[in-house]
């Protein structure tokens, strides 16, 4: 193996990890993005599915459930957006191509769940049928299109600073 690897000297040093000092690491700012920013998704998706089981049943507790995930999913999506601001002014997203569609969707998505927040404070089936649900579903479609960008971008990113 040894002599491979002495044959190969191109080889090895593609295929070695760059520590340089000058090497990009990832902020906290980003990494409590990158963890906060899950919570929303989780959240305004299982208050898509109790808004579901809402429409099925017309049980008061799915309603409720609903804007209690809402009212969660909203103060997560702060944090995550803090933290994303934190990230991009310490420099950490500034060179990310689909970071801005991913930064848009997201306070998109915020917006229009505080709306539906506003709508399932509502007293019946009018604050999930219709608006209610349909506004849980297009929140809950953005959110997913702008982490797919963000894990596209990062993956990108990751992978163009070991080739070469």
Do not use: C
């Amino acid at each position: 193996m040894a002599e491979y690897v002495e044959e190969q000297p191109a080889l090895v040093e593609k295929h070695r990890v760059r520590s340089t000092p000058n090497a990009k690491r990832p902020s906290v700012a980003g990494g409590l993005h990158r963890f906060l920013g899950g919570f929303p998704t989780a959240f305004f998706t299982l208050a898509l599915i109790t808004d579901w089981q809402y429409v099925q049943t017309a049980n008061l507790m799915w309603q409720y459930f609903s804007i209690w995930l809402i009212a969660a999913a909203l103060v997560t999506g702060g944090l995550a957006v803090l933290a994303g601001i934190a990230d991009w002014a310490t420099g950490g997203a500034r060179g990310r191509r689909g970071f801005g569609w991913h930064f848009g969707l997201t306070i998109l998505a915020l917006l229009l769940g505080l709306l539906n927040a506003l709508v399932h404070s509502r007293d019946g089936w009018t604050a999930v049928v219709p608006e209610g649900i349909l506004l849980s579903l297009v929140v809950v479609i953005l959110l997913y299109a702008g982490g797919f960008i963000a894990a596209m971008t990062d993956r990108r990113a990751s992978a163009s600073e070991y080739a070469a």
